[in-house]
Structure formats: structure tokens, C-alpha cells
């Protein structure tokens, strides 16, 4: 996995270089409310030039283990776009990775890993099979 050269504070986190075939996670705010967090998550993803398109998002642990899932239910004409969902994350876990995916690639593009404390993310590169994080990408 190659680590992008964004690291932000504020939740942004971009690359001009992105592979827009794939279902890239640019931004992630987040929001603790009753209930969990509310993510308000930006995928950008070439949707009106595929067949495909990218057709959800998730938060999960370091490891892989899912937490949340947003679905997403037709293609996206205005990119990027931002969808939001409410996940619960157990107390005992400080730092997620949300990971977006098409119906064409799968997954792929970029992943933001987001510290729940500090609300700052590190973007990061994936390959075609999802792949844990270490603890020393959190930002």
C-alpha cells in the first residue's frame, strides 16, 4: 500500500493522480452523536463512464473487520459526492479505515484512515484486495 502526501486535520484528504475508475474515499468528516458517529463520506469515481459504479462505502476496524456500511444505489453524476451514515464503533477502537468499492473493480482507489480522537485522516493506497491497516497509520 502507498501512503498518499495528505495528511489533514480538518478531514480532507486528496490526490490529483487518482485512478477515477475506482471507487476513491477523499473525505471523511465525522461527528459523534447518540448511537455511534455520523460519517459524511466524498467518494470520487468516474461513474458516468462505466457501466459500473461505485456502490458503497464502509468504516472498519484496522484489521478489516467491518463496522458500517453505506450502499449506494445508482451512478453519481457530480463528482466527487458525499453520502452519510451513522456507525456504531466500540469504545475500545480509536482508529477506522473507511474503504469505498464498485460494482466493476471492487475494491481499489484510496482509503482514508480517520483517528476518532483527533478527527485527522491519512489517505492511503489499496491495492485490488482489501488489506489491513497498521496502527502506525493512524494519524
Known sequence: META???TEDGGASDESLDL?????????????????????????DDAGEDGYANWWQVERLDGTRLGRRELLHAHDRQPFTRSATVEIPDSV????VRGHDQTHGYGGQVLVVN?????????????EPQSV??????
Open 116 to 128: 476518532l480522537e483527533t478527527r485527522a485522516t491519512r489517505a492511503i493506497r489499496q491495492g485490488s
Open 94 to 97: 480509536s482508529c477506522v479505515v
Open 134 to 139: 497498521d496502527e502506525a497509520d493512524c494519524p
Open 5 to 7: 502526501d495528505t495528511t
Open 21 to 45: 475508475r475506482e471507487a476513491n474515499v477523499v473525505d471523511a468528516t465525522i461527528e459523534r452523536v447518540d448511537g455511534g458517529y455520523r460519517f459524511d463520506v466524498a467518494l470520487h469515481h
